[in-house]
């Protein structure tokens, strides 16, 4: 039987076609680093919690979706734009030297270019889906993050992280005017809830590379004061944890016994992992169990938002008083 000579042409398009898809994917996974995509989930998770608190449990689907989505495209601008500004720094580090730009993976240009149409997708979506408050919130944040942290004080304060983390607060704010059209005091309160929590969260993970930012000279609160002073400075924040966080169920009276049992207990064993960093403080380990800690925390405050925004398990504030001094009569008498 004759053989049917198969064209070599087949085999080069056939080689050239898978080419030029592992390149596109490539690219994509390039252009998706770029955003750091894990950071944004934790900005989406308050931004949800946000939206449920505002809505008391009942928030259209189609505006959480374009929120959120609009969301997380605004935080990916904001973070090109920082890797695109860090470039210089990111490839001195270990830790960021793999990252698109320092590697020569994807030009400044068109990191550049990507940013802006992130922002103008985002500010799109969010003023014509939700209202244009909640999308010049999200612009504030890009403008925040960018200008007051990474240009103005990533490089020239120990309190970059505490300023500059105000940018990371804005996304609850985002969610809450979406739903409302406003910013009441709770939205302001969860708010502060993030910038309370923005310190700890990432001086922990700055004990753990302090010889890095060291290496590159930016001027990290351990880098500059030393573990011990960054750990007293920990402690300090996760001790106001507790009562900022208690301001949902009084006096804003958003939140109720559920919510309120659930911040005393994650706040407190937050607490507890500081006293034991501040016993160990040049202790990478431990700064790491509290950087762990830190994100478990945020995840699960929101998930009690959530649960106590439902009518079968919501108890508000006034309610739980008097359920209390009920019990206390019952027990007395």
């Known amino acids: 039987m004759q053989e049917t000579a198969i064209p070599e042409s087949i085999f080069v398009e056939t080689n050239q076609t898978t080419q030029a898809t592992r390149n596109w994917r490539d690219v994509i996974q390039d252009y998706t ?61 270990e830790r960021t030297s793999w990252r698109p730009i320092p590697s020569g993976r994807i030009q400044p240009l068109h990191a550049l270019i990507f940013a802006i149409a992130l922002a103008i997708i985002s500010f799109t979506l969010l003023a014509i889906y939700a209202n244009l408050l909640a999308a010049c919130l999200a612009m504030s944040g890009i403008a925040t993050y960018v200008g007051v942290y990474t240009i103005w004080l990533k490089r020239s304060s120990t309190q ?21 059209g406003e910013l009441s005091w709770a939205a302001w309160v969860l708010f502060a809830i993030i ?69 005393v207990g994650l706040g407190g064993a937050f607490i507890y992992k500081a006293t034991q960093l501040l016993k160990e403080p040049s202790d990478r380990t431990v700064a790491r169990s509290v950087f762990k800690y830190s994100i ?24 739980a008083i008097a359920l209390l001094q009920t019990t206390i009569a019952t027990i007395s008498s």
């Open 33 to 93: 680093e770029l955003t750091k995509p894990r950071i944004i989930v934790l900005l989406l998770i308050t931004t949800a919690g946000a939206m449920w608190i505002a809505s008391e449990g009942q928030v259209d689907a189609f505006l959480m979706f374009i929120t959120v989505l609009g969301g997380a495209i605004a935080a990916a601008s904001a973070n090109a734009i920082n890797c695109l500004y860090d470039r210089d720094i990111d490839a001195k580090m």
């Open 160 to 180: 970059n992280i505490v300023i500059g983390g105000a940018a990371g607060a804005i996304p609850p704010l985002v969610g809450w005017a979406a739903v409302t």
């Open 195 to 263: 910038f309370v929590w923005t310190p700890p969260h990432f001086w922990a993970l700055a004990l753990m590379i302090r010889d890095e930012y060291a290496k590159v000279g930016v001027p990290m609160l351990p880098v500059v004061k030393g573990a011990e002073v960054t750990a007293h400075q920990i402690l300090l924040y996760t001790l106001l944890i507790i009562p900022v966080s208690l301001l949902l169920v009084y006096p804003c009276n958003v939140m109720g016994l559920v919510y309120a049992v659930s911040a």
């Open 296 to 319: 478990l925390y945020l995840g699960l405050l929101c998930v009690a938002m959530g649960v106590d925004s439902l009518p079968v398990a919501h108890i508000s504030g006034d309610q």
